[in-house]
């Protein structure tokens, strides 16, 4: 069975500071992960994808098949990031079922 | 243009009642999702239509929970008999039926909850 596991429920971090929220899966096949948010009072949105190797506002995000890894990372966090992170796992093309992990919210302190 | 919407926004429900929640997708997505999220969970696939036709309901609960798409469109997922495990936020999402630019649009969701 395919787990996605976000260690942190709560992560604070200066404004200005390095954001790093990990992710971690388990899955036996290629998989594609995804990050969505969701900003208060605002419905789950997508953020990135893997398989994009983009970086939106900020935000980037490397799978790391040894270690079962796709860790978000920004290295200088703003006060409008401040949100709920989840990593979402779909076991690949032809697959439909989204598997989230717990989330992580991210507080920006001023 | 619009996006996934979802009524009522919240319901509370006595223990033992019927509840319907609707969920309007984007026009012209074909797959559509329903989800459960507890609180302090991230969100768990319950059932999944292509168009009209529900191919997976493999995460539905219990045969309380009950999902239709009668024309491809609207859907409406249905909890019989109420309890109080059931309360939680249900999201709804669409999609294309593009595999290789999948993503799902979420709706904002109906908190239920059960007394």
């Known amino acids: 069975a395919q787990r996605v596991t976000q260690p942190e429920k709560l992560l604070s971090v200066f404004k200005g500071a390095p954001v790093e929220l990990k992710c971690n899966y388990s899955y036996s096949g290629s998989p594609e992960l995804f990050w969505y948010v969701q900003y208060s009072r605002q419905r789950l949105q997508l953020l990135l994808r893997h398989i994009s190797r983009e970086s939106i506002k900020g935000f980037t995000a490397d799978l790391n098949k040894g270690e079962t890894s796709f860790h978000l990372k920004k290295p200088f966090a703003q006060e409008e990031d401040s949100a709920m992170y989840y990593c979402?796992?779909?076991?690949?093309?032809?697959?439909?079922?989204?598997?989230f992990g717990k989330g992580t919210k991210l507080s920006v302190i001023p | 243009g619009a996006g996934v919407s979802q009524s009522p926004r919240y319901k509370v429900a006595k223990r033992g009642q019927d509840v319907a929640l609707r969920c309007d997708p984007i026009?012209?997505?074909?797959?559509l999702f329903w989800y459960q999220q507890a609180l302090g969970q991230g969100p768990e696939f319950l059932t999944y239509f292509q168009n009209e036709a529900q191919l997976d309901k493999s995460g539905l609960p219990s045969d309380r929970f009950f999902a239709e798409r009668p024309e491809g469109s609207v859907s409406t997922l249905k909890i019989q008999r109420t309890q109080q495990e059931d309360s939680a936020v249900y999201l709804c999402?669409?999609?294309?039926?593009?595999?290789?630019?999948?993503?799902?649009?979420f709706g904002p969701g109906t908190r239920l909850t059960v007394t």
């Open positions: 979402a796992l779909r076991s690949g093309a032809g697959s439909y079922q989204l598997t």
């Open positions: 026009s012209g997505h074909v797959s």
């Open positions: 999402a669409s999609s294309t039926d593009s595999i290789s630019n999948y993503e799902q649009y």
